[in-house]
C-alpha cells in the first residue's frame, strides 16, 4: 500500500468536504441576510417611491371568521316607530323584512354644528338597535349619512350597494333627514379559534405587490375590521380585513388572515 498517495487522497476529500460545507454555511448565511433585508425594505421602498402613510395600528389583533344571520324585523318593532311611516310594497311586505325601509313623517332638520351629536341622538332614539351603529362616512353628493354596524369594537366594512349591517340616511336639500334604509345582523358568532391577524403593514405591503398602491400614493386611512365578499340573503361569513383607503378615493379589502386582497373598489369617500 502505498501511503503516501492515500494520504493525498484523504487531503482532497476532506478538502472537498470543507469546500462544500463552506459553501452550504454561506448559503445558509445568504438566506438569513435575505430575510433580514424583506423584513424592513417595504418600509425603504414605500420611502423611494414616496408612497406616504401615517402611523398605522401597531396593537396585536386576534382574529377568527364570523357567521351572521340578517335580522328580520317584526311588524310589532316597525309600529313602534314613532315619526316614521314604512316604505314597502305590498308584495315586499309578504316576505320577512330584512331592509327595512323607512320615512319620516316630518323630517328631522340637522344642525350646521354638533351635527354629530343629533345623528346620535336620532340612533339611539328612533333606530331599531341603533346603537349597535357608528358613523363611516357622509356623501355629500348623494346627501347621504351612512352608519356601519360594530361587532366587538370594529366596523363591519360593505359595499353600499349590499347593506348588511348599515344604516343609510337620505338627506333633502335643507340638510333635512327624510328616510332611511336598515340592515342589521344577528346571532353572531366566531367560527373557530382566534389567530394573530397580519399587521398592517403587511396589508399594505399586499397591495404594493399586485400593482394596487402606486408611486406617490398616499394611505389616508387603515382600519380593522370585517367584510364579506359575497352578501347572502340570510346567513352571512364575514373575514377579520384589514380596510385601506388610499388618496381618499379608493377602497380596498385585504383578509388579516391570509393576507390575499378581498376586493378593492370605487369611493365616494370625501
Known amino acids: 500500500m502505498d501511503w503516501s498517495k492515500t494520504k493525498t487522497i484523504f487531503i482532497i476529500a476532506f478538502l472537498i468536504l470543507d469546500i462544500f460545507l463552506a459553501l452550504q454555511y454561506m448559503e445558509k448565511m445568504k438566506e438569513n441576510k435575505y430575510d433580514?433585508?424583506?423584513?424592513?425594505?417595504?418600509?425603504?421602498?414605500?420611502?423611494?417611491?414616496?408612497?406616504?402613510?401615517?402611523?398605522?395600528?401597531?396593537?396585536?389583533?386576534?382574529?377568527?371568521?364570523?357567521?351572521?344571520?340578517?335580522?328580520?324585523?317584526?311588524?310589532?318593532?316597525?309600529?313602534?316607530?314613532?315619526n316614521q311611516e314604512l316604505m314597502l310594497s305590498d308584495e315586499e311586505l309578504i316576505k320577512p323584512v330584512t331592509k327595512l325601509r323607512m320615512s319620516f313623517i316630518e323630517p328631522i332638520q340637522l344642525p350646521d354644528n354638533?351635527?354629530?351629536?343629533?345623528?346620535?341622538?336620532?340612533?339611539t332614539t328612533q333606530i331599531i338597535q341603533g346603537s349597535q351603529y357608528r358613523?363611516?362616512?357622509?356623501?355629500?353628493?348623494?346627501?347621504?349619512?351612512?352608519?356601519?354596524?360594530v361587532y366587538k369594537g370594529y366596523a363591519i366594512f360593505q359595499d353600499e350597494n349590499d347593506g348588511i349591517g348599515m344604516i343609510v340616511f337620505y338627506l333633502n336639500d335643507?340638510?333635512?333627514?327624510?328616510s332611511y334604509r336598515q340592515t342589521l345582523l344577528e346571532d353572531i358568532k366566531e367560527l373557530e379559534n382566534q389567530d394573530e391577524v397580519i399587521k398592517a403593514i403587511r396589508a399594505l405591503e399586499a397591495l404594493y405587490d399586485k400593482n394596487y398602491l402606486k408611486p406617490k400614493s398616499t394611505v389616508t386611512k387603515v382600519e380593522y375590521g370585517y367584510y364579506t365578499q359575497?352578501?347572502?340573503t340570510e346567513q352571512q361569513i364575514l373575514a377579520p380585513t384589514w380596510h385601506i383607503v388610499v388618496n381618499d378615493q379608493e377602497?380596498?379589502?385585504?383578509?388579516?388572515?391570509?393576507?390575499?386582497?378581498?376586493?378593492?373598489?370605487?369611493?365616494?369617500?370625501?
Open 36 to 82: 433580514i433585508i424583506t423584513e424592513t425594505t417595504i418600509e425603504e421602498q414605500f420611502k423611494a417611491e414616496d408612497i406616504k402613510y401615517g402611523k398605522l395600528p401597531t396593537k396585536t389583533i386576534k382574529g377568527s371568521y364570523i357567521t351572521a344571520k340578517s335580522k328580520q324585523f317584526t311588524q310589532e318593532e316597525i309600529d313602534s316607530l314613532k
Open 114 to 123: 354638533n351635527m354629530e351629536n343629533k345623528l346620535k341622538q336620532i340612533l
Open 135 to 149: 358613523y363611516w362616512r357622509y356623501d355629500e353628493n348623494d346627501k347621504e349619512i351612512i352608519f356601519l354596524q
Open 174 to 178: 335643507h340638510n333635512e333627514i327624510t
Open 230 to 232: 359575497i352578501p347572502l
Open 251 to 270: 377602497d380596498f379589502y385585504v383578509n388579516a388572515l391570509e393576507g390575499d386582497i378581498i376586493k378593492p373598489e370605487k369611493s365616494n369617500l370625501e
